[in-house]
């Protein structure tokens, strides 16, 4: 890589570690049931993902085949920020996150980490689908909520 792509790759992870950290961060101050929303919303954009074709199961594959598509992700995470759609932008920007860190092995600990908070809600999955079909009326599709992508379960 020349010098000018070596300062803007370092420029973009440092930007993606700052990005995951805030995310992190912020599932840092959510209750667990808090958490299982995210997860659950997160889980809901998978797979509503994976039935138009874009299939988010094998991380490290999907970020070889179409490196491009986190930008269209962050897209759509700014439109929904912009229509106040919070929930929903924070369950895609986990996998704006997750595919940054997936795509890079210097930020595969900070996947690891962002998925460990995940994980804390996992208990919560089933109970915050009930609470979002209540009050919206709209049924979250949770299936796979408690898969951990493989780039991230701890190996010990």
């Not at 199961?57 to 962050?74: I, S």
């Not at 106040?84 to 369950?91: N, S």
């Not at 009050?135 to 951990?148: H, I, K, P, Q």
């Amino acid at each position: 890589m020349n010098p000018f792509g070596n300062m803007l790759g370092g420029w973009a992870r440092k930007r993606h570690r700052r990005d995951v950290e805030r995310v992190i961060e912020h599932l840092q101050t959510l209750d667990n049931e808090s958490v299982g929303l995210v997860l659950a919303i997160a889980a809901h954009h998978r797979n509503a993902l994976l039935k138009d074709g874009i299939d988010l199961r094998d991380l490290t594959e999907f970020v070889k085949q179409m490196p491009g598509y986190v930008g269209d992700m962050m897209k759509a995470v700014g439109v929904l920020t912009k229509n106040k759609r919070h929930h929903d932008a924070l369950g895609l920007q986990i996998w704006v996150c997750s595919l940054r860190c997936a795509g890079d092995p210097a930020l595969q600990e900070r996947g690891v980490a962002l998925w460990a908070e995940l994980k804390r809600g996992q208990k919560h999955v089933a109970r915050a689908r009930e609470l979002v079909s209540k009050e919206t009326g709209f049924d979250l599709d949770v299936t796979m909520a408690n898969d951990v992508p493989v780039e991230f379960q701890k190996r010990t």
